[in-house]
T-cell receptor
Framework: GEDVEQSLFLSVREGDSSVINCTYTDSSSTYLYWYKQEPGAGLQLLTYIFSNMDMKQDQRLTVLLNKKDKHLSLRIADTQTGDSAIYFCAEKGGGFKTIFGAGTRLFVKA | EADIYQTPRYLVIGTGKKITLECSQTMGHDKMYWYQQDPGMELHLIHYSYGVNSTEKGDLSSESTVSRIRTEHFPLTLESARPSHTSQYLC?????????????FGPGTRLTVT
């Protein structure tokens, strides 16, 4: 079945770049997403990439997609303490449902 | 900014009580979802709806039920709350857009059953 996997924890120093990785299994995925969840809140869509794209950049965020390896990454440049949160990788599965990974907890040290 | 609301935000209730968690969205989205999430953990889809009068069970079995009588309203009900129901419940909605079915989430209801 459809599955999305990502590492659970990442710790970086303020000002460094963060790279969060994700792998997925559904080769027919058309959209892949990155959501951010801050403590006590719901998820917020950060960015998405269409499956025919290799890269998408949006200010400090860069998304790279390797469709052959079914690998997605999110790079956050100049990571700030306010970026500390849980980041969920997700893919548009069959129909309109979204399949979420378990989330990567990003800790930013000052 | 997404307009999706959940009430209450926090609820502490005793075992055996009936509870309804409210979710409303003002965006006119057809698709709505309920997820269960233990704090800081992965999301589990427990119910979803294609539109009015259409509801389906999600990937995680749940003792809760849902209804969709109006497009904007998707309440979740637990007939008899148990400590195992203690969790955070997130409501979301979506529609077909240029970004596929990107989902808009409410702030969540943190439920504690004592």
């Amino acid at each position: 079945g459809e599955d999305v996997e990502q590492s659970l924890f990442l710790s970086v120093r303020e000002g460094d770049s963060s790279v969060i990785n994700c792998t997925y299994t559904d080769s027919s995925s058309t959209y892949l997403y990155w959501y951010k969840q801050e403590p006590g809140a719901g998820l917020q869509l950060l960015t998405y990439i269409f499956s025919n794209m290799d890269m998408k950049q949006d200010q400090r965020l860069t998304v790279l997609l390797n469709k052959k390896d079914k690998h997605l990454s999110l790079r956050i440049a100049d990571t700030q303490t306010g970026d500390s949160a849980i980041y969920f990788c997700a893919e548009k599965g069959g129909g309109f449902k979204t399949i979420f990974g378990a989330g990567t907890r990003l800790f930013v040290k000052a | 900014e997404a307009d999706i609301y959940q009430t209450p935000r926090y609820l502490v209730i005793g075992t055996g009580k009936k509870i309804t968690l409210e979710c409303s969205q003002t965006m006119g989205h057809d698709k709505m979802y309920w997820y269960q999430q233990d704090p800081g953990m992965e999301l589990h889809l427990i119910h979803y709806s294609y539109g009015v009068n259409s509801t389906e069970k999600g990937d995680l079995s749940s003792e809760s039920t849902v209804s969709r009588i109006r497009t904007e309203h998707f309440p979740l009900t637990l007939e008899s709350a148990r400590p195992s129901h203690t969790s955070q419940y997130l409501c979301a909605s979506s529609e077909a857009r240029t970004g596929g079915y990107e989902q808009y989430f409410g702030p969540g209801t943190r439920l504690t059953v004592t």
